[in-house]
């Protein structure tokens, strides 16, 4: 199998020749580390990145245009202040442009069809189209809401106080969302992880009721859209979300991740409750694990995963969020050299 081929039969429940390895976000100098640390390079792009590390599938989000304020803020497309001051590669939303029905009766979304919208997208499919995992990470009904309203607690409120204004910038989020999946589907996107965050370590930020009322049903339609066009879609949301699998499962979603270890997430219960309905992909801890611990620490914890979870087909190794800024670059790359090992099927650990 190659790397596509691999990714497919995994997100199909299927066992692959070894257990694919994915990764939705990376950053910069974590790749740069591992560049001059382990191939005597300066940098590295991306792609070159993906390919020489021997990732099954290359991710990209889109492109919006910014616009810098000062040193620390800019603004998006969408009208929503980013604090830039922590360093990641996506600045922190702090301020949003809705405040009322009347400002969203105003209010002009950006255009999903924008052809700036794609371009890594299309570099990506250039390169890997027949031999990679081709994926690109949106959003659904729920995280651009909140940003517009400048922050998930307004929104939240909203739900009780303002439900008519929570359900039109639901809706609003899910049609431009099902317009982006069409743009992408045309370029050549195959797979579509979605990075709105629903819950805490504890559990979910709202209800299941709250839950069901205001994002499933953008969620199933956003969901819908990807597989009319022959796409998969692998739902994201950190934090404890035991009380939300069974709507994830009801929107259609072809996998879950990305199972965060410290919010309570047994991968070993996940597989054994939800492995025959859906693919799992995920949950090397990106704090402790892959930024503080020694590297025999990650391997006991790539074991642990690919014995509990990759038995059957079904899971794709990845972390426990993204490989940000604070990930050693020999703990990822024992990951990657674990998985690529050990990761053989038949599983045999």
């Not at 800019?74 to 949003?96: F, K, M, N, T």
């Not at 651009?144 to 639901?170: Q, S, T, V, W």
């Not at 692998?234 to 410290?262: C, Q, R, T, Y």
Request: proline share 5%; aromatic share 8%; glycine share 8%.
């Amino acid at each position: 199998m190659n790397s596509r081929e691999r990714v497919f039969a995994a997100l199909e429940l299927k066992e692959p020749d070894r257990v694919p390895i994915l990764e939705f976000g990376i950053h910069q100098e974590v790749m740069d580390n591992i560049a001059r640390k382990f191939w005597g390079l300066e940098s590295i792009d991306l792609l070159d990145f993906v390919a020489r590390i021997g990732l099954d599938g290359a991710c990209t989000n889109e492109e919006y245009h910014r616009e810098k304020l000062n040193e620390r803020l800019e603004v998006d497309e969408w009208g929503i202040v980013r604090d830039l001051s922590a360093g990641q590669s996506q600045g922190y939303p702090i301020e949003g442009p809705i405040n009322s029905m009347r400002d969203l009766e105003k209010y002009t979304p950006p255009d999903p069809w924008a052809p700036h919208r794609w371009k890594r997208l299309k570099k990506i499919v250039e390169r890997f189209k027949v031999e990679k995992a081709v994926i690109v990470w949106i959003h659904d009904a729920f995280l651009i809401p909140a940003n517009l309203r400048g922050g998930e607690h307004k929104l939240l409120m909203d739900f009780y106080d303002n439900p008519k204004l929570a359900k039109a910038l639901a809706e609003l989020s899910t049609e431009y969302h099902v317009a982006l999946v069409k743009h992408a589907l045309k370029l050549g996107a195959e797979v579509f992880g979605s990075g709105d965050d629903y819950a805490y370590k504890t559990g979910p930020m709202m209800s299941p009721q709250h839950f069901r009322e205001f994002i499933l049903p953008g969620l199933k339609k956003v969901v819908n859209t990807v597989k009319e066009g022959g796409g998969y879609f692998i739902k994201h949301s950190d934090g404890n979300v035991w009380s939300l699998l069974d709507m994830f499962i009801e929107a259609g979603v072809d996998a879950i991740n990305p199972l965060e270890p410290v919010a309570g997430m047994d991968i070993g219960e996940v597989k054994k409750k939800y492995g025959h309905r859906v693919a799992i992909v995920g949950n090397i801890d990106c704090g402790e694990v892959l930024s503080r611990s020694p590297v025999e620490a990650v391997r006991e914890a790539v074991m642990d995963c690919l014995r509990r979870a990759a038995p059957g087909g079904g899971y794709i190794m990845s972390s426990s969020n993204s490989i940000h800024r604070g990930v050693k670059a020999e703990n990822y790359m024992e990951m990657i050299r674990v998985t690529q090992e050990y990761g053989e099927y038949p599983i045999r650990l």
